[in-house]
């Protein structure tokens, strides 16, 4: 990392002086910019107050310097847009304006329009005036108060210090970020994804990168770790024949996926499927002949760095969230699904639940991505389609019933095919080596086998038999007003795969 360079300077220095102090010649004239690729403040008030907090008990305890962490910045000419450490920057901005600093030029710059840059900015200003700001009146404990304040706003500018690393070179400021991002603070690994695909963003507008980064902050970035971590990043392990641990900064290589500058026949494959769809997709050729648009992705296949990165999350994003709504009229794929309501009504509680759930979900979303047409589904696509749902949840929940507690270990070795439980095999495999819904269908009626009474360990399951003339059978437990069953061994049963 040739062109790095590596300065420590004071909070005083950098926002009210715009100036880098280099251990030698100063760098002045510092324009610090939010650049439109950054995710919004996110901070919070508890954020703000504890990082005042912070500085006071330093101050207290005589600290000659205080570090408060580490200032990236990609230099273009005078402006120096901030690759890491936006958060405490605003934040030390709006401290030393609560504490009585005027026009701090860095404040002064437009951010783009968001929730939390709206709330947040001006809510944490107030948060901090409330502690620290100036009182109006004369009393004892008001010039006290003053003379303290003065004291804390000196300590802030002159010794609080941030590390800088700035660079020209933007490849190079987002690859110190991820390796300052694996070594320290824990970021969810679609931040990381996301400033990686960025800088392959080079050649696009700043109006389509500010659309594209609007588009990605609007998804709660809650639901976007789940969605990387518990869906994508399972369902390409499992394919591979791989057990899925957790995604983090170490296995995130396999959502960087295939670069501009790939040259290699492997790369160009699937850039050029990728360009041809995105070719066809953008004419009228769709409209005029009356066809579906060309799906430009799919899970078992390498991602497309850049642009596409974005366009497929996405895509996928929107296809789980509609097979996990059931909702009658709303949605594409499962509409007011009976096995689909009993699950949503009694089976979503208890980690057992919980994991045997994601294993339905994600098989139905690796049949939806293979099989199912985005538009004009034919009579004979639904038909194919409701089948493999019976089969999905014959499958996922099979595990469920022969546990009493289900864990992830038990999970991943059902997954795997290493459990001698009925119906232990990799689902996700099977999907991904058919060529066909028929021919997937065939050979999941070839695999999947019915549970007797004595494979059942799930205690709730356990509680929906009842005694008759004949032995041990199961209660339906029906309600009446809407059909749905409280024991989902009932569809086991009348799909043929439970034997007393």
Known sequence: ????????????????????????????????????????????????????????????????????????????????????????????????????????????????????????????????????????????????????????????????????????????????????????????????????????????????????????????????????????????????????????????????????????????????????????NSSAMPFVSGTQNVNAFQLNTPVIAGKPFFEYTKHYYNILKDIQNNNKYEGFYINDNIIVKTLDRHFKRGKGNSITRLLFDTSVLLYVDRFCPEAYPTKEDMELFEQFVVYAFIWAYSLRAQYTNLGWLSAQNYIMGLSDKINAFNMYQLISNQDTPTSLLSALADKLNPLSNGDIKDGWARECYEYSGSGKTLKSLRDENDGVYENYLYFFQINGFYKN
């Not at 005083?12 to 030698?24: A, K, S, V, Y």
């Not at 936006?86 to 005027?102: C, D, N, P, V």
């Not at 003053?146 to 987002?174: G, H, W």
């Not at 970020?177 to 969810?188: E, I, P, T």
Request: aromatic residues 10%.
């Open 1 to 280: 990392m040739s062109n790095l360079t590596l300065s420590i300077t004071s909070i005083g220095d950098l926002l009210l002086r715009e100036t880098i102090t280099n251990g030698g010649e100063p760098i002045k004239d510092v324009n610090l910019c939010v650049p439109i690729y950054q995710r919004p403040y996110k901070w919070t008030a508890r954020n703000a107050i504890q990082l005042l907090d912070d500085i006071i008990d330093a101050k207290n305890r005589n600290k000659e310097r205080y570090r408060v962490g580490t200032l990236i910045l990609h230099q273009t000419n005078n402006r120096y847009d901030i690759v890491d450490g936006q958060q405490r920057a605003i934040t030390f901005s709006l401290l030393l304006s609560a504490l009585g600093e005027k026009n701090i030029a860095f404040l002064q710059q437009e951010i783009y329009d968001n929730e939390f840059n709206n709330h947040n900015i001006a809510n944490n200003y107030n948060a901090l005036y409330r502690r620290v700001g100036l009182k109006s009146e004369e009393s004892e404990l008001a010039v006290e108060h003053q003379r303290e304040m003065e004291r804390l706003k000196e300590y802030i500018e002159n010794r609080c210090e941030l590390i800088v690393v700035i660079t020209p070179d933007i490849s190079e400021a987002f690859q110190f970020f991820d390796s300052q991002n694996a070594r320290g603070k824990a970021l969810y690994p679609h931040d990381l994804l996301k400033a990686y695909h960025l800088r392959e963003m080079n050649d696009i507008s700043e109006d389509e990168t500010e659309k594209i980064v609007r588009g990605w902050e609007q998804v709660s970035q809650r639901g976007l770790a789940d969605f990387f971590g518990n869906y994508l990043y399972r369902i390409k392990e499992w394919v591979n024949g791989n057990k899925a641990t957790v995604l983090n900064e170490h296995n995130i290589h396999i959502f960087k996926g295939i670069t501009r500058s790939a040259r290699t026949p492997y790369a160009q494959f699937y850039k050029s499927a990728y360009c041809y769809a995105d070719m066809v």
